[in-house]
């Protein structure tokens, strides 16, 4: 089975760094558009970045120049950045594989939490 894990995550002071590794297992990330998401309580889940196999990388405007990912296909892992974090980055942050050939299927990992406060 396809499986998404996360590791990371937890509290930082504001303007600290996080890495948030995602390792999968039972599919080849290299036949996978990588992507990382946010949600708060109340709100829209939010496309914090993506990366494509050929390593072209997107980023939401609240996060550009602070945050970004890259990928090791060998090792089926895509890393997260997460740089000068500030209170308002305080989400739950989701894994997503998103398959670029039919069926075209979306796999999630675990949500992680991530508080940033004094």
């Known amino acids: 089975q396809v499986l998404l894990v996360v590791a990371g995550g937890g509290l930082v002071q504001p303007g600290g760094s996080l890495r948030l590794p995602c390792a999968g297992s039972g599919i080849m990330f290299r036949f996978h558009v990588m992507k990382w998401y946010r949600q708060v309580p109340g709100a829209q889940r939010e496309l914090v970045a993506s990366?494509?196999?050929?390593?072209?990388?997107n980023h939401a405007d609240t996060v550009k120049g602070r945050f970004t990912i890259s990928r090791d296909n060998a090792k089926n892992t895509v890393y997260p950045q997460m740089n000068s974090l500030n209170p308002e980055d305080t989400a739950v942050y989701y894994c997503n594989a998103a398959r670029l050939s039919s069926p075209r299927l979306d796999y999630w990992g675990q949500g992680t939490q991530v508080t940033v406060s004094s």
């Open positions: 990366i494509t196999n050929a390593g072209t990388i």
